[in-house]
């Protein structure tokens, strides 16, 4: 997964070899930041996002990885689904993640499983939009927003769209 930052010639990496990479276009330069300790077998890095905060999140076949900046490095965090919990994760893999372009402390998550998750990440709160409550199918390969604030997904079922406003989910 490979995104540029918006505000300067860096593009951050996260791959499945364990590391979270800054890679600066200007000046040819890498700097690398391992999260291997993280996961005992093979896993896939989907997408990567960052929120606010600074922080940044990796979408893998194995969980949400949260990479907290600290002195020049990063603390990483895997959060993983937790029987009997309803504040985390529905589905371990995380097929695609969207900061919302109004509100840049929340994220959104798309599993493939679990269906859409909202996550206010200065509460660490989870919100669930799956087939219980509306989603054709909890399966999510990408999530884009339109200049309204909605989101547009891909899923198993066809085009998705939601409306965070009123919580209306429409399906093409």
Known sequence: AIVKDPNAAILWIANPLGSLVRYDLTSNT???YSFKHL????????SIAQTANGHWWIGTTRGLIHAIPKGGSFDFELMTTEAESTNGLLNNDVATLLTAPNTAHILW????????????TRKMTFTH????NGLPNDVLYGILNDDEGNLWMSSNKGIITYYPENGKIRNF
């Open 109 to 120: 998550i798309g599993t493939k499983g679990g269906g859409l998750h909202r996550l206010d």
């Open 129 to 132: 939009i799956n087939s219980k």
């Open 39 to 46: 996961f005992h077998s093979k896993y896939d890095c989907y």
């Open 30 to 32: 890498w700097e690398t």
